[in-house]
């Protein structure tokens, strides 16, 4: 597969009001491991802070990246997306620091599990691991994950 790009990446379906924001690219992204070849698109509601602080992220990187950061060592529920060749993966939350549900110890400090805020669905194939994480009360729901990740560019659906 050639180097990703941010046309590859790119959703076709986004929700009503979000609007492209941000582009990051290569082990600064960081949403699916450092690697080099990564993209990281932001989408927010507007320019508020609070539209900054929930933005809906889509992300990719090549075939066998690591799992999207918040969601390590935590099985999620497998999903169909219908399209041969793809695996996908949602999260119901992701992990932040502070005491609170499936406590863990993380060096000196603890996380915990958080299912208030967001979710994330994350999508492997043979070419390409893409993920979208969106705010759940900003209009980004299941439905709208799934849709996301059925349009990509990069899964050639």
């Given amino acids: 597969m050639p180097a990703l790009t941010a046309k590859m990446v790119k959703p076709e379906s986004v929700p009503t009001g ?3 924001r941000r582009q990051l690219e290569g082990a ?7 690697h080099p070849d990564q993209i990281v698109l932001v989408y927010t509601l507007g320019w508020t802070q609070e539209d900054w602080s929930w933005p809906l992220v889509v992300a990719a990187a090549p075939a066998g990246a690591p799992p999207l950061l918040g969601t390590e060592h935590r099985r999620g529920r497998h999903v169909y997306l219908g399209i041969p060749g793809v695996r996908a993966v949602y999260h119901n939350g992701i992990w932040v620091l502070g005491p609170g549900p499936d406590e863990q110890s993380f060096g000196a400090g603890v996380i915990h599990w958080d299912s208030s805020t967001v979710h994330s669905l994350t999508v492997r194939h043979s070419d390409v691991t893409w993920a ?3 705010p759940k009360t900003r209009g980004a729901d299941f439905d709208v ?4 990740a ?3 560019g990069a899964l050639g659906s």
């Fill in 145 to 148: 994950l799934v849709r996301m």
């Fill in 18 to 20: 979000y609007a492209w």
């Fill in 132 to 134: 979208v994480r969106g």
């Fill in 28 to 34: 600064s992204a960081h949403a699916l491991g450092r």
């Fill in 150 to 152: 059925r349009s990509t």
